[in-house]
């Protein structure tokens, strides 16, 4: 499969790169400088400059056959949204994007630590919440994780909707590797497409 990944210089973004390659399939890279997508040159990677505040960019690199993940993440308020809004207007056949736990379509699921997330946040959980629906009213799905960290893919995750969601711990973490999984499963097999999806694993308590 030809996947396109946005943000892929980030942790994220390139444990979803890495893992895609992995799994066989061809990645067009996407980051502000490719030059910090941290991973080898290979046949099945393409490393690609754009930005998500420069829609024509991203129309340069998207169009209707591209399956697009996207582990953007920014701490400006009106990035999300620009990016959520620069992807959708390119037409893309697909999009996961990641959002956060607790937020938004979540926060009900999440319970009361939703509230402190949002305290958080600031101005930077409307730009969150109104990039998810600029997705979600495009027939994107939307993985809403929890705290990341950087440990391994969980061996047993899985992803659940809104209906099985436990309560938000801001105090544990799920890694990057187990959510990337989750968002690769999406990309090959839909399961989630329109809503809030959570990938779940054992929560790590940190220290």
């Known amino acids: 499969m030809n996947l396109t990944v946005l943000a892929a210089s980030g942790r994220t973004g390139l444990a979803l790169t890495r893992q895609a390659l992995l799994r066989g399939h061809t990645v067009i890279a996407i980051a502000r400088d490719p030059a910090r ?38 701490d400006r308020a009106g990035v999300l949204l620009a990016g959520a809004e620069a992807l959708v207007a ?20 999440a319970g009361e630590a939703a509230g402190i997330l949002g305290a958080l946040l600031g101005d930077r959980l409307a730009d969150k919440v109104d990039a998810d629906k600029t997705v979600l009213a495009a027939g994107g799905t939307v993985f809403h994780a929890g705290v990341l960290d950087d440990g391994p893919e969980s061996a047993d995750r899985r992803t659940v909707g809104l209906d099985a969601g436990p309560p938000l711990d801001l105090g544990a973490t799920v890694s990057r590797q187990t959510v990337a999984a989750a968002m690769l499963d999406e990309a090959e097999t839909p399961r989630f497409p329109g809503v809030v999806a959570l990938p779940l694993a054992r929560w790590a308590r940190r220290v």
């Open 90 to 109: 390119a037409g893309p056949r697909r999009i996961i994007w990641l959002g956060a736990y607790g937020t938004g379509a979540s926060a009900a699921a």
């Open 37 to 74: 997508i941290a991973l080898a040159d290979s046949a099945g990677l393409h490393k690609r400059a754009a930005d998500v505040t420069d829609p024509a960019s991203i129309r340069a690199l998207v169009d209707d056959s591209s399956v697009v993940l996207s582990a953007l993440g920014t």
